[in-house]
């Protein structure tokens, strides 16, 4: 008698730690026909054990991902081995709220998620338990520290001013585009840009409107750019852009149209109306390029060439006139390029 009462006492602690434990139990049968489901399930779904037991997982709780997670579950039936999923798989399988005062930005509980296969008697696998863990706590102060992480990523890369990348991380975009030119022998242009006459703007408006006039220029160069390509902020009032799979040409007419909508664009400051140009050397890469840094040297020696020829133009970089100093060294239009 005392053997089983002791065996009872044993069974009912088992079921209170079952029932109170601070992890979701639900064992389902081959059908998916639930046969528990503890109070940790019934406090976050509001389904009280008796008004779900024996009843289909799937059918009683239909915004469950079923084809997913029945793949998931006929795999622990078949090889006889436990599954884990976790929220970075999946952030939940239940939709639960989130009711925890520390981690109280997150909408929903964030789960972890043990498939683990239960034997009968004879051995045969004839029910699965899931173990479902509400790990909300980790899983925002993971995101948060990716989100901080990536933002100090962001800030490190970019210009404050422009919110065009800085000189640094835009030479890497640059090193790069070169070093697949090295190895694939592809086509890539890049693009120096200089505002005419910026030291004049700064002299009769202030260093305030130069800042302005700068923001404005990156903002109508970041409107422009394709997916592809990288803008930066190479000096004061010079801006670089590295044009993969591009020819002279074609960045030629990106340039152009850039130019245009520059020209007839206009800033605003204190009530006063500034127009501004820029000029514009294009140099695509070849094998006269020796460098990254040639690269940079070439455009310069185009946008040199528009400065000096009239300002608010856009000139493409010629070898073949380079090696003819007799020649100018750089040509206006794409056709003669």
Same mark, same amino acid.
């Given at each position: 008698m005392a053997n089983d009462q002791g065996a009872m006492n044993e069974l009912h602690w088992l079921i209170d730690m079952v029932q109170t434990i601070e992890v979701g139990l639900v064992v389902l049968d081959r059908d998916y026909h639930?046969?528990?489901? !503890?109070?940790?399930?019934?406090n976050h779904s509001g389904i009280a054990p008796n008004a779900i037991k024996?009843?289909?997982?799937? $059918?009683?709780?239909?915004?469950?991902? =079923?084809?997913?997670?029945?793949?998931?579950?006929?795999?622990?039936?078949?090889?006889?081995?436990?599954? &884990?999923? @976790?929220?970075e798989q999946r952030p939940c399988v239940f939709t &639960?709220? !989130?009711?925890?005062?520390?981690?109280?930005?997150?909408?929903?509980?964030?789960?972890?998620?043990?498939?683990?296969?239960?034997a009968s008697l004879t051995g045969?696998? $004839?029910?699965? @338990?899931?173990?479902?863990?509400?790990?909300?706590?980790?899983?925002?102060?993971?995101?948060?520290?990716?989100?901080?992480n990536q933002q100090l990523e962001h800030l490190s890369q970019t210009d404050d001013l422009t919110q065009l990348y800085n000189r640094r991380h835009w030479q890497t975009c640059?090193?790069?585009?070169?070093?697949?030119? @090295?190895?694939?022998?592809?086509?890539?242009?890049?693009?120096?840009i200089d505002i005419d006459h910026f030291k004049h703007i700064n002299d009769t408006y202030g260093h305030v409107a130069g800042?302005?006039?700068?923001?404005?220029? =990156?903002?109508?160069?970041?409107?422009?750019?394709?997916?592809?390509?990288?803008?930066?902020?190479?000096?004061?009032?010079?801006?670089?852009?590295?044009?993969? !799979? $591009?020819?002279g040409a074609d960045a030629w007419h990106f340039t152009e149209r850039l130019r245009e909508r520059i020209a007839e664009s206009t800033v605003t400051f204190d009530g006063l $109306?500034?127009?501004?140009?820029?000029?514009?050397?294009?140099?695509?890469i070849g094998k006269h390029i020796s460098s990254s840094s040639n690269w940079i040297s070439c455009s310069d020696k185009a946008l040199y060439e528009a400065k000096q020829t009239g300002r608010n133009r856009s000139v493409i970089y010629s070898p073949e006139a380079q090696a003819a100093p007799e020649v100018p060294v750089a040509v206006a239009s794409p056709e003669s390029a």
């Open positions: 639930i046969q528990l489901w !503890n109070g940790f399930m019934e024996g009843k289909n997982l799937f $059918t009683s709780l239909p915004d469950l991902p =079923a084809a997913w997670l029945k793949q998931k579950m006929e795999s622990v039936f078949m090889l006889k081995n436990r599954t &884990f999923i @976790s929220w &639960f709220n !989130n009711y925890r005062p520390i981690t109280g930005r997150a909408d929903h509980m964030y789960q972890n998620v043990t498939l683990l296969p239960l045969q696998i $004839t029910h699965i @338990s899931m173990i479902i863990y509400d790990v909300t706590d980790i899983a925002v102060n993971k995101l948060q520290l990716k989100a901080a640059l090193d790069h585009e070169y070093d697949l030119f @090295s190895r694939y022998q592809g086509v890539a242009s890049l693009v120096m800042d302005k006039v700068i923001a404005h220029i =990156a903002y109508q160069l970041s409107q422009s750019l394709r997916e592809t390509d990288r803008a930066g902020r190479y000096g004061g009032e010079e801006f670089a852009v590295v044009m993969p !799979n $591009t020819s $109306t500034i127009k501004v140009t820029v000029s514009l050397g294009i140099c695509e």
